[in-house]
């Protein structure tokens, strides 16, 4: 199984770039930085570290992505490892690893973002390539006349 969960922040505005032909397609390629956890040791003196994740977007996801993300912005996504290869104009080989972004959604709030993170985080909508239709607030719709009783998480 190949499957990525990744949490982190945009290094920089996504690269968006589009193809033509037949089928055109959308292509958005960016980095985030993904924060390791904190080992208290004299290696590093408590200070955070992090990895620098190349991401690649297509279709509806890189579409999102010029649209809503930018340098800073704090998102969860999955995805799949994929592995290449390139002859550069030298004739040297340079060998590549991105991750292949299935799903992508928001890790914080508007308000989180403007504040530096310091606001709780609060449920936002999924953003991925078969997106469904529902609120705009992220949440379903319950119908009415549904009783508190009939929910499978009521109390």
């Known amino acids: ?5 990744l949490m982190g922040r945009l290094t920089r505005d996504p690269d968006i770039r589009s193809t033509a032909g037949d089928r055109p397609m959308t292509i958005a390629r960016y980095t985030i930085a993904v924060d390791r956890r904190v080992r208290r040791d004299a290696a590093n003196n408590g200070q955070q570290t992090a990895d620098f994740i190349s991401c690649v977007a297509f279709d509806r996801n890189a579409e999102f992505a010029e649209k809503y993300l930018r340098k800073g912005t704090k998102i969860a996504l999955t995805g799949r490892i994929q592995t290449g290869s390139y002859q550069n104009k030298d004739g040297q080989t340079v060998y590549t690893t991105d991750v292949v972004v299935e799903d992508q959604e928001f890790a914080e709030s508007k308000n989180a973002a403007a504040a530096g993170g310091s606001v709780p985080e609060s ?8 997106s469904s239709s529902g609120a705009s607030d992220g949440f379903m719709n319950i119908p009415d006349g549904i009783g508190e009783d009939e929910l499978p998480f009521g109390g």
């Open 123 to 130: 449920p936002r909508p999924q953003i991925t390539g078969n």
């Open 1 to 5: 199984m190949n499957k990525v969960i």
